[in-house]
């Protein structure tokens, strides 16, 4: 299973236990990752302005070139797959804004490329059953909660990943290595997005929701796709609601995958986490004793 | 030749825009005009009778209308020719409405020099065309009723009340409908079953009314008057001719697998009668249920059946019956489960449709009509009502109002408030739209009786616990609602039977774009299919409660009655016709024709119209390579004038 690999910016800053574990886990799984060369800026969010094509330029700049590796492109942040996907289904359906945009960038790109997020090549392609069947260190009982966010999963008829009001693919992933899965209210909720970076009820208030509809019905991690979901559930237990020990870890999915394949700690990347894994991990035995976060 | 033109101004509509004088000037001098005169409204009584006495003064053997669409006054001039004197199929009709006072208003110059080359276009037509009378055809006095819940019942009846045999074909094997399923209906309260056994008794013993349950209609062949219909009965495994329905089968059947009926609230044996007052109360097997018939042990019922009327190599059986008319009545489903994920509609077992909501408060229903809830059995104490659950709804379901949510939503709630007084009902409503007679007194009560109606939407409904949680909004406060309840009942939307696309092939009738079928015009015309004969009743043709739908299906018998009560039909001459001389015996019409009008004959190599079924579409006279097939008064040479009459 071969792969052009889009890693984006935030998995080489304050995501790189997010790529790390994913690459170490999709090589042990077979898949093959080839990062693109010379990859740029994702697009970051993706332009609102519909009349403006000017952002489309980076995004369609990274699929043309990946198109020149192969047919299909992964990724893993949700937002880069989000913008990315989006990108490519403009380049797919609206021929001015891709005749403007080719011109510009001087190709000729139409949009004949798949953009898979990594947990689509998981289920689609190496299957959850094969998937169980590599799991070296069952999760057995781990109550985890899954949260999507909004990037996955919306606008649905261009994204098209999975049903947008009841979305199971992180819980049958999370069943594939042996958790209990916690289901939850808020876990297609907004974490809050970018108002984090004020300071406030207003940025804290959602991520709040979120945390506390997982830990009351008994979640004891939290796992997502998105370096932003990450930062802002898991910023928000700081301080008056750290309650450092007690709070919930929130963690991406690939750090997860990477434990049950039995790899080894340098690869999950902890560190930087405000609620730390390490200590709820190793009570219920899935990492070793020597301390990693 | 002596043709008369008739210019219609037709109030302003078109003489506001034509210079109607001039017109009639222009083709006054047009080769074979005897006469051109225009009056105000040429529809009207003195329009009519000035087209007549114009036919007899001036010795007319052909006549062009210069009016509206021949849709709409055709067959009014084409009369008014005839009882003059001129042959119904040399009135020509010359659309200088529609085509042309209509889209060109702003150009009154141009619209008056298009008036007048239609005209000299119809008149060359009128030239070319024959003198020719209706043709004949014979009617069968039997009427098809497709589907027999309370819309096929009522026509089956009213046509059988008026003398006439009905075939009534039901999918299932028990008549009624979802009509059956219900507890009891708005806006008066009353029990449903109460209201439809003595209809469904009465269709069960009509004389006139040949009852086909378990069946299907597989094809349909012919034309009004004369269709031929073949059925397939499915096996019932059980011989209803010996069978007393005295029930020891069902009772010792040790397969139990969920109700259809129930709507899965309960679990039936596999060879079941659904309900007590099923008509024909006839026991069947389900087949894909029962231990003998998958893996050839058990035969329980076989043994028990004190009249050996178990009969486990039952085949399907292929009726054909030979009909007039068709009344289509195939009713309704609801908007699927797994599309509305946001409520969690089956993965929580406490959230459930309307129709389940009916089952537990009926008497005969699963918890012998009280209200308990699926999950636990227990009386629930708040429950939240959500309408509108994929109607109105563009993004996920469908932009129609399913129209009777509003009022079974708030019988719902009454009914439970009824049976639980100290319970909560809530409704979650978008707008109530209680049209109807006694229906908006009838949700007013609602409200007085404590049923608390919240306007907005709900986003989300969760389980915790063994409750759950139901996340909406009230947008006459402008506040967010967190209702913790005990059950969710959905008002999901109307959508056409399963199987209703397949059938409207087979008919070849027309769907709108969710698969109710077409009525031909949706005021005037509202229970005819567009083709000749078939007819539509109930929801098959759009959502509607049980008053309408009974309506409907009364007309529907009674425009099948006008068809009975003719001796014989007339259908329109202007038919293809094939020149065998030219005729190569190829085939390409046959191939082309939409209507089945056309046949092959294989031992002279020439290609026949069978001129009942010719809709005279000209489809084939323009497939024909050789020019062997003639539109009847449209041949090639009347074209070829037409146009020259136009361009030239």
Not at chain 1, 95 to 121: C, P, Q, S, T, W
Not at chain 2, 133 to 139: E, K, M, Q
Not at chain 2, 298 to 308: D, F, L, Q, R, S
Request: with cysteine.
């Amino acid at each position: 299973m071969g792969y052009s690999y889009f890693p984006g910016c935030t998995l080489r800053a304050k995501a790189r236990g997010f790529e790390s574990s994913a690459l170490a886990s999709a090589r042990v799984l077979g898949i093959h990752l080839e990062e693109l060369a010379n990859w740029q800026c994702c697009g970051a969010t993706f332009p609102l302005q519909v009349d403006n094509s000017f952002p489309l330029v980076s995004p369609a700049r990274t699929l043309a070139s990946a198109r020149r590796m192969g047919e299909r492109l992964v990724t893993l942040c949700s937002a880069c797959y989000n913008v990315l996907k989006r990108t490519n289904h403009v380049m797919r359906t609206d021929a001015d804004r891709r005749d403007k945009v080719n011109a510009f960038i001087e190709e000729d790109y139409r949009g004949d490329l798949e953009v898979v997020h990594f947990l689509e090549v998981l289920r689609d392609d190496l299957g959850f059953d094969a998937l169980a069947r590599s799991v070296k260190v069952p999760l057995s009982g781990l109550a985890a909660a899954p949260y999507y966010g909004c990037l996955l999963l919306r606008p649905a008829d261009e994204l098209a990943f999975d049903d947008p009001e009841a979305p199971h693919i992180l819980e049958d992933f999370l069943s594939a290595l042996g958790c209990r899965v916690v289901d939850h209210p808020y876990k297609i909720e907004c974490c809050g997005s970018y108002v984090a970076l004020e300071p406030g009820e207003l940025a804290s208030g959602p991520s709040r929701m979120v945390v506390e509809s997982a830990r009351a019905r008994g979640a004891r991690v939290i796992v997502t796709s998105c370096p932003l979901c990450q930062y802002n559930l898991d910023v928000s237990q700081q301080g008056a609601h750290g309650r450092n020990g007690a709070g919930v870890p929130v963690i991406y999915f690939t750090q997860l995958l990477a434990i049950a394949l039995g790899l080894p700690e340098d690869v999950l990347g902890f560190e930087g986490h405000v609620i730390s894994p390490g200590p709820l991990l190793r009570s219920i035995g899935a990492m070793g004793s020597e301390a990693t976060a | 030749m002596r043709t008369g033109v008739f210019v219609c101004w037709c109030g302003l509509n078109i003489g506001g825009v034509v210079d109607v004088p001039r017109v009639v000037q222009e083709i006054s001098g047009y080769p074979g005009v005897a006469r051109a005169v225009d009056y105000r409204y040429m529809c009207s009584d003195p329009g009519q009778q000035l087209i007549k006495d114009t036919i007899r003064e001036e010795r007319l053997d052909s006549v062009v209308i210069a009016a509206c669409s021949p849709g709409m006054h055709e067959a009014t001039f084409q009369t008014v020719a005839e009882s003059g004197g001129v042959n119904p199929y040399r009135c020509e009709i010359a659309n200088i409405r529609e085509q042309c006072s209509w889209p060109h208003q702003n150009e009154p110059g141009k619209a008056t020099r298009k008036a007048v080359e239609l005209i000299r276009a119809a008149v060359e037509k009128v030239r070319g065309d024959e003198a020719l009378s209706a043709l004949s055809i014979p009617v069968t006095r039997r009427a098809l009723v497709i589907g027999a819940g309370i819309a096929g019942m009522q026509a089956a009846l009213d046509i059988a009340e008026a003398g006439h045999e009905v075939v009534l074909v039901e999918r299932l094997p028990h008549i009624g409908g979802h009509m059956a399923q219900l507890s009891e209906t708005f806006p008066t309260l009353d029990c449903s079953q109460c209201i439809l056994t003595p209809k469904t008794s009465e269709v069960g013993r009509h004389p006139r009314i040949r009852l086909v349950t378990n069946s299907e209609v597989e094809s349909v062949s012919g034309y009004v008057g004369n269709f031929t219909v073949r059925i397939r009965r499915r096996a019932t495994y059980v011989n209803w001719d010996l069978c007393t329905g005295c029930g020891l089968c069902t009772e010792k059947c040790p397969s139990k697998t969920p109700s259809a009926f129930e709507r899965g609230l309960a679990k039936e044996p596999a060879v079941t009668i659904a309900f007590p007052q099923a008509v024909p109360h006839k026991p069947v097997i389900r087949a894909e249920a029962c231990r003998h018939l998958t893996s050839g042990k058990c035969g329980v019922c076989e043994k028990a059946c004190p009249v050996g009327a178990i009969d486990f190599e039952q085949q399907d059986l292929l009726l054909e019956e030979k009909v007039g008319a068709i009344v289509v009545a195939t009713g309704y489903d609801l908007h699927p489960k797994a599309k509305v994920g946001e409520y969690g509609y089956g993965v929580y077992p406490d959230v459930i449709d309307g129709l389940e909501f009916e089952r537990l408060n009926s008497a005969s229903g699963p918890t012998q009509g009280e209200i308990r809830r699926p999950s636990d059995g227990k009386v629930p104490k708040e429950v939240v009502f959500i309408q509108c659950v994929g109607s109105r709804d563009q993004e996920n379901g469908y932009p129609y109002c399913s129209k009777i949510c509003c009022m079974y939503t708030a019988k719902h709630a009454r009914l439970y408030k009824h049976k639980v007084p100290d319970g909560q009902p809530y409704v979650f409503y978008m707008d109530i739209r209680a049209g109807g007679k006694g229906y908006e007194e009838f949700v007013q009560e609602a409200t007085d009786e404590g049923v608390l109606y919240l306007r907005g939407r709900v986003a989300r409904v969760f389980q915790d616990g063994d409750r759950l949680v139901v996340f909406g909004v009230d947008t006459l406060s402008g506040k967010k609602v967190e209702i913790h309840a005990d059950m969710v009942v959905l008002a999901t939307a109307i959508v056409p039977a399963s199987g209703a696309k397949e059938l409207a092939r087979t008919l070849k009738l027309a769907t709108d774009r969710y698969g109710f079928f077409s009525e031909a015009h949706p005021k005037l015309r509202p229970v005819e299919s567009l083709t000749r004969g078939i007819y539509i009743a109930g929801c098959a043709q759009a959502p509607k409660d049980i008053p309408d739908t009974v309506t409907q299906a009364g007309s529907a018998a009674a425009k099948v009655l006008a068809l009975f009560s003719a001796e014989r039909l007339s259908h329109s001459p202007t038919v293809a016709a094939v020149d065998e001389e030219l005729c190569s015996g190829c085939g390409v019409c046959v191939e082309a024709c939409a209507y089945d009008a056309r046949t092959l004959d294989v031992r002279r190599r020439v290609a026949v119209v069978n001129d009942v079924l010719c809709e005279g579409c000209g489809t084939c006279a323009v497939a024909c390579p050789n020019g062997a097939t003639r539109q009847k008064n449209m041949a090639r040479s009347q074209v070829l004038s037409m146009i020259d009459a136009v361009v030239g």
